[in-house]
T-cell receptor, first 114, second 108 residues
Framework: DGGITQSPKYLFRKEGQNVTLSCEQN?????MYWYRQDPGQGLRLIYY???????QKGDIAEGYSVSREKKESFPLTVTSAQKNPTAFYLC?????????????FGEGSRLTVL | AQRVTQPEKLLSVFKGAPVELKCNYS??????LFWYVQYSRQRLQLLLR??SRESIKGFTADLNKGETSFHLKKPFAQEEDSAMYYC??????????FGKGNQVVVIP
């Protein structure tokens, strides 16, 4: 079954702890993205990667970190420096050639900081 | 800087009535615009893109560069259209800038 898999679906963490959200795709897409979705805020870009071993900050990168060691994987770490980490996180991927602009999204991970 | 504005958060319409979701954008280059939809308990997915000029599930959207708008329209709303709708702008390299979204509720 092709697509994007995010895990875990639900995650609870105590303040001061780092947490890593997993995102895996088997669509052979070069580009991967992390968005944060908050009620009334829409989707805001955290980080994106156009190719393996390269990634760029999005609009709200502070308090987050990523890596792109494999084409299929783009994990997001929410660090203790993120002031308001409770949110719904969406991972997406796309082809970079053709410029169709279609992103394929995962089901999301809901992080709650207690 | 690129920006996408969707002015109405919640839109309630009766089944069979027309629905229009407004989207305005600001972008210095040649815009590529999209509408994404998220149905209850489903993934966010592409509904339509302006370059295709197609009708999907009865929805259409026309890019108006003069008014910098890309409003989504459907003449007769159906209950299955109840969802969250996001307008998005390709800000370069397939980085999409999204609006804040419209929650559409179709009343039977």
């Amino acid at each position: 079954d092709g697509g994007i898999t995010q895990s875990p679906k639900y995650l609870f963490r105590k303040e001061g702890q780092n947490v890593t959200l997993s995102c895996e795709q088997n669509l052979n897409h070069d580009a991967m993205y992390w968005y944060r979705q908050d009620p009334g805020q829409g989707l805001r870009l955290i980080y994106y990667s156009q190719i393996v071993n390269d990634f760029q900050k999005g609009d709200i990168a502070e308090g987050y970190s990523v890596s792109r060691e494999k084409k299929e994987s783009f994990p997001l770490t929410v660090t203790s420096a993120q002031k308001n980490p409770t949110a719904f996180y969406l991972c997406a991927s796309s082809t970079t050639w053709g410029g169709t602009g279609e992103l394929f999204f995962g089901e999301g991970s809901r992080l709650t900081v207690l | 800087a690129q920006r996408v504005t969707q002015p109405e958060k919640l839109l309630s319409v009766f089944k069979g009535a027309p629905v229009e979701l407004k989207c305005n954008y600001s972008y210095s280059g040649s815009p590529e615009l999209f509408w994404y939809v998220q149905y209850s308990r489903q993934r966010l997915q592409l509904l339509l893109r302006h370059i295709s000029r197609e009708s999907i599930k009865g929805f259409t959207a026309d890019l108006n560069k003069g008014e910098t708008s890309f409003h989504l329209k459907k003449p007769f709303a159906q209950e299955e259209d109840s969802a969250m709708y996001y307008c998005a702008l390709n800000a370069g390299n397939n980085r999409l800038a999204f609006g804040k979204g419209n929650q559409v509720v179709v009343i039977p």
